[in-house]
């Protein structure tokens, strides 16, 4: 029978799960061969490493010096630390994976033996730890001990005011890097100057980049419009680096010359590339991102941007996924180079998953929580939404204030974004003005304050953006000139700190590993910063000045500011005394209990109904049904089952109702316990004035003798009680103030 | 006390002189003996292959913008044959780059095995 029902329907149940964003996202069966495994590949070779008599590595992870692959060669000629090798090499994987969590194991002791493992063994280590030992390494492994975050700051329409409009947000809001990229080629220059001018807005020294085409990127920084550089790509196997067009030696030379500048740069890796281009030979990816790392520290890269990137939900549709991506940091990490840590990438269609992939490093902290929050709206982002973006700031905001961690975002005000917007964006059209590249008008300059994304702004010239480009270009505009027209039209400290940007080149500190800039102009860096976690009381603390700033989200209140709002009903009733409540003789008489501060300091329910009106309403009820009702203040107790009992203890008929001044509210009679009332409104935020009134029309049945149906909460989907528990609190503060022990009940009476 | 590539010291470089129309683009240049110092504390730091690119950096400081991109492009896959590769190592020899010929002469080495060069 079941089996027939089976083939003939659908369950109610899996068909409104297969509705569920999760069931958006792809999912693939474990396939090594295609390079679909996480963790472990039976195509991953052993180990091994073997140096002949002139220190030259003659067989590195099972290979033969003349079947090296570039990246063996590159990484056999560089990046293994050979006088620490052999140490290292026979330590038995498990003993190097406990090391790493091990506290009493230095963090500097980990990554002298890290520096003399193959990439074989590296992935084999760090693949022997679970989530929780994950994130623990990455607290004691990242670089620097102050956790940054990098920003996206694009738009659609390369718009050049919006985009100062949004790197002034972005600075604001505490992002240290800021990453642009372009929809279209030609516009990378005018997007560079956009950002670098909107970057020093506000606060001085955030680091920018114009993540576009090798020779182009290079080219843009070389002439300081850019102050980093980031999107220097490395693959795992030697076919996807060739059809990527580029080497490790082309890719090391850029180091260098990127260098040779003075200026910061990290590579990209991360999972899934050589996935995507069918070319992982068999191996998991956490071993060719082994390879990876290796090689960013063999050629001499400060630092890597990994975690997955552009293939991260590759790593997402397979068991271990996601595991495997911050098992990617950490091998940076391990290699004693700046982390960048992924989270660009949104990873899935459910809320929940995403949160989950971004949440232990956040916990965990790193030196960049994020190569790339995605600081615009997600329409805007033109690297695709990243894991997070602008309309996720608020959540991750929250986030930093429930787990007290440093996000390295702070709230800002309404008004303060204004300013820095409109300071931006002014000065970047005075600067294109000045520079003859181009002429915004004020309403264009309005229109890029207030907009949320760019399909806030008016239609224009699309010419515009490409022709400003085309002539910072041909005009070869360099960061001198940027600084000479912000000068020339007035902003003199927009001015002095583009500038200071370009010194900043020349003494070299921003080439050390993890070196960012903090607002006061320091270099944080390996050098200055350096990580030092060793378990609790040690590494990174927020100061009272940081954990102050990140509880100060925008929507919290006080006491005080929540008893405002009750200000504003009070009086709306008034209830006089008539001395000591009496028991009452009628046996069609109910009472109406009422809670100590009940319209004497508290005068609306959290649904929003006037204390004066829900008392109505219940007395109305009780006429209806023939009762008749009066009122007694219940001054010793602010329990509502306790006042409700005292109240019916009272009552003529034994039956009463009892009120508290938040909208609770419960029908008692006197014979029965506390706790046990008759019909209870429990969730006072969803009761109405008309709910209140069939309370009392039951409660007036029950003094009649009948056996009404009683009265049901109504059935509630939002977080009722994230939504309220603030407000009852300070409620119940009120009550539990104005309660006075052993104070014998009070009759009132409704004046209105 | 810093000096930019040009010589000049890094008080020297501000708005003032920009306005003025005294710097250019080796004001805003680093000295190489900047980046040798770097590479020293890279060292100091257990970061030997940091501590080499800042070394070849600073031999690159003496080739223009233009020389940069170009020997950048001889290095990508099937770009160069291995007499311009010897040629380029030549050149940066010469320079002096020695550090950098050799990192060419070994990029050389391994496209000749892999079939990178043109």
């Known amino acids: ?752 | 006390m810093t000096r930019a590539f040009s010589g000049r010291a890094l008080e020297q470089i501000t708005v003032e002189a920009v306005l003025a129309g005294e710097l250019g683009a080796d004001d805003v240049r680093i000295h190489p003996d900047t980046l040798r110092e770097q590479a020293a504390v890279a060292e100091g730091h257990r970061n030997p292959q940091l501590a080499a690119n800042l070394r070849r950096a600073a031999e690159l400081t003496a080739l223009g913008d233009g020389e940069l991109l170009e020997v950048y492009e001889a290095l990508r896959p099937r770009r160069s044959t291995r007499a311009q590769l010897e040629a380029l190592a030549a050149r940066l020899d010469a320079l002096p780059a020695p550090a950098c010929a050799a990192f060419v002469r070994e990029a050389l080495a391994a496209y000749a095995e892999r079939g990178l060069l043109a």
């Open chain 1, 1 to 752: 029978m079941l089996e027939g029902l089976a083939r003939r329907v659908r369950l109610g149940r899996f068909a409104a799960l297969d509705e569920q964003p999760v069931n958006r996202d792809g999912f693939a069966v474990e396939d090594p061969s295609l390079g679909l495994a996480a963790l472990a590949s039976p195509g991953d070779p052993a180990p091994s490493l073997v140096v002949d008599e002139h220190g030259r590595v003659i067989e590195l992870d099972g290979r033969r010096a003349a079947d090296f692959d570039v990246v063996d060669r590159f990484v056999a000629a560089h990046g293994i630390d050979l006088a620490v090798a052999p140490e290292a090499m026979a330590l038995p994987d498990v003993e190097l994976a406990r090391m790493i969590v091990d506290l009493a194991v230095p963090r500097a002791e980990v990554a002298r033996l890290a520096g003399g493992l193959t990439p074989a063994k590296l992935a084999r280590v760090v693949a022997l730890l679970r989530p929780v030992e994950l994130q623990l390494g990455v607290a004691k492994m990242h670089v620097r001990r102050t956790p940054s975050i990098q920003a996206h700051v694009t738009n659609q329409l390369d718009d050049p005011l919006l985009l100062a409009a949004d790197a002034a947000t972005a600075v604001a809001l505490g992002f240290r890097e800021l990453e642009t990229t372009v929809p279209v080629l030609a516009h990378a220059p005018s997007n560079a100057v956009a950002l670098l001018v909107g970057s020093q807005v506000g606060a001085p020294a955030a680091l920018t980049q114009c993540s576009v085409e090798e020779a182009i990127e290079l080219d843009l920084g070389l002439r300081g419009l850019t102050t980093y550089a980031e999107t220097v790509s490395l693959y795992g196997t030697e076919q996807v680096f060739v059809d990527g067009d580029d080497t490790p030696w082309s890719k090391g030379f850029l180091c260098a010359a990127y260098a040779s500048r003075g200026l910061k740069m990290r590579v990209t890796t991360g999972a899934g590339s050589e996935v995507l281009m069918g070319e992982a030979e068999g191996c998991s990816m956490l071993y060719l991102e082994s390879r990876c790392v290796s090689l960013a520290r063999a050629m001499g890269a400060q630092g890597v941007q990994n975690g997955g990137i552009d293939g991260a939900s590759v790593a997402g549709s397979v068991p271990d996924g996601m595991r495997e991506l911050l098992a990617e940091n950490l091998m940076v990490m391990l290699r004693d180079l700046e982390s960048c840590s992924g989270n660009d990438t949104q990873v899935s269609e459910s809320d929940i998953r995403r949160s989950a992939h971004t949440v232990p490093l956040l916990l965990a902290g790193s030196d960049f929580l994020f190569s790339g929050f995605g600081s615009v709206p997600r329409e805007d982002n033109m690297f695709g939404p990243s894991n997070f973006n602008g309309e996720d700031i608020d959540d991750y905001l929250v986030l930093q204030r429930d787990w007290g961690v440093d996000g390295g975002l702070r709230p800002v005000s309404e008004a303060r974004l204004a300013e820095v917007r409109e300071r931006a964006a002014h000065a970047v059209a005075a600067v294109f003005a000045e520079l003859g590249l181009a002429d915004f008008d004020e309403a264009h300059v309005e229109a890029a304050v207030v907009a949320n994304s760019s399909r806030d702004l008016p239609e224009h010239d699309p010419g515009v953006v490409a022709d400003a480009a085309r002539a910072i270009q041909a005009r070869r505009i360099s960061i001198l000139d940027v600084v000479a027209a912000l000068a020339r039209a007035g902003y003199d400290e927009e001015a002095e700190r583009v500038l200071a940007m370009a010194r900043r080149r020349l003494d070299g500190e921003l080439l050390q590993p993890a070196a960012i800039c903090d607002e006061q102009g320091r270099v944080l860096s390996k050098v200055t910063d350096p990580n030092d976690y060793a378990g609790p009381g040690s590494g990174y603390e927020l100061s009272p000045a940081r954990r102050a700033e990140i509880a100060s989200i925008r929507q919290q209140r006080s006491v005080a500011a929540r008893l405002a709002e009750q200000d504003e009903h009070a009086d709306h009733v008034r209830l006089v005394s008539r001395g000591p409540a009496a028991i009452g003789g009628d046996p069609r008489e109910v009472v109406i209990g009422v809670s100590p501060a009940f319209a004497r300091a508290l005068w609306v329910t959290t649904g929003g109904v006037p204390v004066g009106e829900a008392l109505r309403q219940i007395a109305a009820g009780l006429e209806e049904e023939g009762c008749s009702c009066r009122i007694v203040r219940i001054h010793d107790t602010i329990d509502l089952g306790m006042i409700g009992l005292t109240a019916a203890r009272l009552s003529g008929s034994g039956i009463a109702v009892g009120l508290q001044a938040k909208g609770t509210a419960l029908i008692h009679r006197r014979d029965c316990a506390p706790l046990a009332s008759l019909e209870l409104y429990s969730v006072a935020p969803t009761v109405t004035p008309r709910m209140y009134r069939e309370l009392g029309a039951n409660a007036a049945r029950h003094a009649k003798g009948l056996a009404p149906h009683a009265v049901r909460n109504p059935y509630l989907e939002e977080a009722i009680t994230a939504r309220h528990h603030a407000r009852t609190v300070a409620l119940v503060s009120v009550e539990r103030s104005l309660c006075e022990s052993g104070r014998a009940p009070e009759e009132l009476e409704v004046l209105r």
